[in-house]
C-alpha cells in the first residue's frame, strides 16, 4: 500500500531537500504534500488524506509544536503518526515533542537512510517494502 | 577547551558532516585564518545568522556566486542558471545546518543558546560589518577551485549576564 506524506517546512529549500530524500529511500510513496507552516498544514489536512506528517519545529505563524499539539486533540488526525524534524541541539524541545506524542525526530543534517530507518519503522504496518 | 579553539574544530567537523550528508561532497580539512586573513568578501553571496543567549553574536559562510549555484545544485538537484530564489534558499539552509549544528557542540560548555532565521546578500561591492568587538573565529574551505568561507564570532552576553543577576531590591526601585 502506497502512503501519503505531508512534509511542513517554512524553508522551500528543505522541502526540496526532503522531496529528494523521500524518493531516493524506495518507500512505496503515492503523493508527498507540502506546507509552509503548521496553519497551511492544517488547511492542507482539511482536504486531503495523509498517513505520516513530517514536520519542522521552528517555523511562523504556528510552529511545529503548535501542530502537533493540534493533530494530537483532532479526533480525525490523532492517530496519524508525526515525525519532527530539526537543527535544535537542546533536548527540550524534542522532549517537549515526545511528551506531546511525536512518533519520533530526525536531526538535521539527515541522510536519506536516516529518513528510511525512522520512517519505515513507523509506516511498517500500512507501508511494505 | 577554550571557546574559541571549540568553536574552530566545531565550524570543521560540522561543515564537512553537513557537506558530506547533504551534499555528498567530501570537503578537504579546512584553514584556520586569524582576523583579516582572507579579506572580507566584498561581492559574492553571503549569509548571516544571529546567535543569543548567555553569550550572543553572528555566524556567517560566504563564497563566489559559482559555488552559491554549485551548493544549489548539489542540494537541491537542480541546475540554477545564475543566482537565483532557490540558489539564496539553499545557502540559507546550508547555513542554517551549519551554524546551528556549530551551536549544538558551543551549548555544552556555554549553556542554552538561540539562533535567529538566515539573512542571505548576494550583490557586488558591498561591505559587511559587525558592531561586535570580538575577534572572528574563520575557516576556509576548498571545494575544487572554490572557496567557502565560515566564521563566527561570539562573547560572553552582558546584557544577559545582567538581567541574570539583578538584585531584586533593584528591580523594585525600577519599578
Not at chain 1, 69 to 78: C, D, E, F, M, N
Not at chain 2, 59 to 75: N, T
Not at chain 2, 128 to 134: E, F, H, I, M, V
Request: proline share 6%; charged share 20%; net charge negative.
Amino acid at each position: 500500500m502506497e502512503s501519503d506524506i505531508l512534509v511542513v517546512d517554512d524553508s522551500a529549500a528543505i522541502r526540496k531537500i526532503l522531496q529528494r530524500v523521500l524518493r531516493q529511500t524506495g518507500m512505496a510513496i503515492r503523493a508527498i504534500h507540502e506546507a509552509g507552516d503548521g496553519q497551511e498544514a492544517l488547511a492542507l489536512l482539511a482536504e486531503h488524506r495523509v498517513d505520516l506528517v513530517l514536520t519542522d519545529i521552528n517555523m511562523p505563524k504556528m510552529d511545529g509544536l503548535q501542530l502537533l499539539a493540534s493533530l494530537k486533540a483532532s479526533a480525525q488526525w490523532h492517530n496519524t503518526p508525526v515525525v519532527m524534524i530539526t537543527t535544535e541541539g537542546g533536548e527540550t524541545k524534542v522532549a517537549e515533542a515526545v511528551k506531546l506524542g511525536a512518533a519520533g525526530y530526525v536531526r538535521k543534517p539527515f541522510t536519506a537512510d536516516q529518513i528510511k530507518e525512522k520512517l519505515v519503522g513507523i509506516l511498517e504496518p500500512a507501508l511494505p517494502l | 577547551m577554550n571557546p574559541n579553539q571549540l568553536i574552530i574544530e566545531s565550524i570543521s567537523s560540522s561543515t564537512a558532516n553537513v557537506f558530506s550528508t547533504m551534499l555528498g561532497v567530501e570537503l578537504p580539512l579546512g584553514e584556520v585564518c586569524r582576523q583579516g586573513e582572507p579579506p572580507e568578501p566584498d561581492d559574492g553571496v553571503v549569509s548571516f545568522i544571529g546567535i543569543a543567549g548567555t553569550w550572543a553574536g553572528t555566524g556567517s559562510l560566504s563564497c563566489s556566486p559559482q559555488m552559491a549555484c554549485r551548493i544549489c545544485s548539489q542540494l537541491l538537484m537542480t541546475e540554477p542558471p545564475a543566482v537565483n530564489e532557490d540558489v539564496l534558499d539553499a545557502v540559507a539552509e546550508l547555513t542554517n545546518m551549519i551554524i546551528g549544528s556549530v551551536k549544538t557542540d558551543l551549548e555544552s560548555q556555554l549553556g542554552p543558546l538561540g539562533l535567529s532565521i538566515p539573512t542571505v546578500v548576494f550583490g557586488r561591492n558591498f561591505k559587511t560589518r559587525s558592531a561586535g568587538k570580538t575577534e572572528w573565529m574563520s575557516v576556509t574551505f576548498d571545494w575544487e577551485s572554490d572557496r567557502l568561507l565560515v566564521k563566527m564570532c561570539l562573547a560572553p552576553n552582558e546584557k544577559a549576564h545582567a538581567i541574570h543577576h539583578v538584585p531584586v531590591h533593584t528591580c523594585a526601585l525600577e519599578i
